[in-house]
């Protein structure tokens, strides 16, 4: 027997079912005279009905992604010669670091640069003096702390950004993308930026090796986290898809996601620097 209205829809109880929820289905059953949302309540707690996502609509527009970038680009550009004309003593993983950030982060990658690894006496003091002072302006928690996520977020970032390109052109399913960007991300930040970090504190290429990735392990996994949490619950509901490397907003959404694993992987990198197996900018 039927009461004139059909069944509600089943709930949604896995992970990759939940992903693959048009917009609309995280909406609640008013139709059927009940508030609760379609998917299993479980899962529904990492999409919160009452945020407007739509607000980040900006993040694929191109008056702002464009002067976003075409900033970064300029900003980087003066980073990197600050590094190594003026502000010398910045350590080589580092060098390589913070153009990346100021690139995807603009301006903000900018004051983070300022702020945290960039001394008073830069371009002033000489020699011992100038190394001294920059060694004790960056040996701050704050500071350190800092640099370890730099280190982090600049290696991985480039890597994710780099496989995300290549997964996006070949049309990779989600899961499958993620795992591709996790594995280029870990490749990067480990032989690259983390074993270039240790071997500059004077440990043999095999220990280097051992305490980069050691490091790296727990630091990628924060950082993809929040990545992964902007490409499964963020970008769809702005843009209905994931958006492909020549649109505006696959750059504007990079960005976002870069900066969100940022903030995700802060107390674990406060740990890490914490108990010695990171040691920040000196």
């Keep these: ?49 009452g945020m407007d996502w739509g607000v980040l609509g900006f993040l694929a527009e191109p008056w702002f992604v464009i002067p976003w970038y075409g900033l970064g680009l ?51 003091l000489r020699g011992e003096a100038a190394k001294r002072e920059h060694k004790e302006y960056v040996d701050t928690m704050p500071r350190k702390v800092t640099a370890s996520i730099i280190h982090c977020v600049g290696g991985d970032g480039l890597g994710i950004v780099s496989a995300m390109v290549l997964a996006r052109l070949w049309s990779f399913a989600f899961w499958n993308e993620f795992w591709f960007e996790y594995a280029a991300g870990f490749a990067f930040g480990w032989f690259i930026f983390q ?56 750059w504007g959404f990079a960005a976002l996601g870069l900066m969100v694993g940022y903030i995700v992987t802060v107390p674990t990198n406060y740990v890490l620097v914490r108990i010695g197996w990171k040691h920040g900018m000196a």
């Design 74 to 124: 300029i900003l980087a550009g003066w980073v990197l010669y600050d590094e190594y004309w003026v502000n010398v003593h910045v350590g080589p993983a580092l060098k390589w670091a913070w153009p990346v950030i100021v690139l995807f982060f603009s301006l903000l990658g900018l004051l983070a640069y300022l702020l945290t690894s960039r001394s008073p006496g830069a371009g002033r």
């Design 195 to 250: 074993y270039k970090a240790m071997r500059g504190m004077g440990n043999s290429p095999l220990m280097a090796l051992w305490m980069g990735g050691r490091a790296e392990f727990f630091s990628m996994m924060t950082v993809m986290a929040g990545m992964g949490l902007v490409m499964a619950f963020v970008t769809p509901v702005v843009v209905g898809q994931q958006p492909k490397p020549d649109t505006v907003a696959f």
């Design 1 to 49: 027997m039927t009461l004139g209205h059909s069944p509600p829809p089943r709930l949604a109880t896995t992970w990759d079912t939940v992903l693959e929820l048009p917009t609309n289905a995280w909406r609640t059953h008013q139709r059927h005279g009940i508030d609760a949302p379609c998917v299993h309540p479980a899962l529904f707690l990492l999409h919160p009905r």
